[in-house]
């Protein structure tokens, strides 16, 4: 089994950063593909960011691409979200998924994932 804690949500102002942080235990896998998600009060879960299992392939929703970026670090196990000029609509609670993977492709949708974190709430104010 594998254990996922994310940290590093909190209430910040339009136009902030913030870093999330994703840290695996328990039964690590080689090479894992990592998402972030978000849901919003009243809204459907959506892709944030995620890399490839191989590491070789990222991706961005729309609305975050050029502002967030994802990084992972497979020796200490840990993925992180770098969020940068923050909205107001980027509130929401964020999620860490993994799941073993080697390929070469993001995935996107949630139902890939097998192991999710309990979630970290970002409040962004106007």
């Known amino acids: 089994q594998v254990h996922v804690v994310e940290s590093g949500g909190g209430l910040v102002q339009a136009g902030d950063s913030l870093t999330l942080s994703c840290a695996a235990s328990?039964?690590?896998?080689?090479?894992?593909?990592a998402g972030w998600f978000r849901q919003a009060p009243g809204k459907d879960r959506e892709f944030v960011a995620g890399?490839?299992?191989?590491?070789?392939?990222?991706d961005y929703s729309d609305s975050v691409k050029g502002r967030f970026t994802l990084s992972r670090d497979s020796g200490k196990n840990t993925v992180s979200l770098q969020m940068n000029s923050l909205k107001p609509a980027d509130t929401a609670v964020y999620y860490c998924?993994?799941?073993?993977?080697?390929?070469?492709?993001?995935?996107?949708?949630?139902?890939?994932?097998?192991?999710w974190g309990q979630g970290t709430q970002v409040t962004v104010s106007s």
């Open positions: 890399i490839s299992g191989s590491g070789k392939s990222t």
């Open positions: 998924a993994l799941s073993w993977s080697r390929s070469d492709v993001v995935m996107e949708f949630g139902a890939e994932y097998d192991y």
């Open positions: 328990g039964r690590i896998f080689d090479s894992y593909a």
